[in-house]
């Protein structure tokens, strides 16, 4: 199970660096060959990129509106074949995040995406971000920072 934090999911849906490889794990978990699991605040905070994207006159407003709709299909059709786990934000997550906001110094939302992936025992964690990728190296996940992947 493949957890990608925001800074790799966007990458699904606006062309920058480690898109690529965000695209292949993608195809895989359509095709079947991968399980992805996110944290519906994800979706919230990927909703938000792409809306300072809009805001910036970066992309359109009618890009912005199929963006958006590729999103919430993508979602409906990965969850209805099982290739997606949306794990929704809840109190003992909350909670969970605080030591390591304290002990690590990560941002709220970082934290709450690192303990999403812990407590669902993820084989790979996905992000751009090193500072979290660092602390998920350091918490025993294998730690991939998209951007520094090639894809072969």
């Known amino acids: 199970m493949i957890y990608l934090d925001t800074s790799a999911f966007v ?6 660096e480690g898109s690529a490889y965000v695209h292949e794990i993608f195809r895989k978990a359509k095709e079947g060959e991968e399980k992805l699991l996110t944290s519906l605040w994800t979706i919230s905070e990927t909703i938000n990129v792409l809306d300072r994207h809009k805001m910036r006159k970066e992309i359109t407003e009618e890009e912005f509106e199929i963006v958006i709709g590729a999103i919430f299909s993508d979602i409906l059709d990965l969850k209805e074949c099982e290739a997606l ?11 969970m995040s605080w030591e390591i ?19 669902k025992k993820v084989t790979e964690f996905l992000a751009a971000d090193r500072k979290l990728l660092n602390v998920a190296k350091k918490k025993g996940l294998q730690a991939i920072n998209v951007e520094e992947v090639s894809i072969t």
């Not at 906001?101 to 690192?114: G, N, Q, V």
């Open 11 to 16: 990458k699904e849906y606006h062309d920058e």
């Open 85 to 95: 786990e949306v794990i929704e934000v809840d109190t003992d997550l909350v909670k």
């Open 101 to 119: 906001i304290i002990k690590e110094h990560l941002s709220a939302a970082d934290a709450l995406h690192l303990v999403t992936a812990l407590s």
